[in-house]
């Protein structure tokens, strides 16, 4: 269907939909209560909630320690 009429254009070859994937980083964290760095992978937002709650509470919770 045409862009005017709320298609994707007329001269569209293959039509895939979008895909959607979590923003990960491998990160070093420094947990003080174990002395010792810590390699995790997690997402941008959840770097923010590293910092927020501390590292050890917040491993501790996901399992990850």
Known sequence: MA???GGVGRHVT???PRTF???LREH????PELKKFVRVKLT???MKT????GAFSTLKK????
Do not use: E, H
């Open 3 to 5: 862009k005017k009429k």
């Open 14 to 16: 293959k039509n895939v």
């Open 21 to 23: 994937s979590p923003n």
């Open 28 to 31: 070093r964290v420094w947990v």
């Open 44 to 46: 941008a937002r959840g």
């Open 50 to 53: 590293l910092n927020k709650n």
């Open 62 to 65: 996901a399992g990850l320690v």
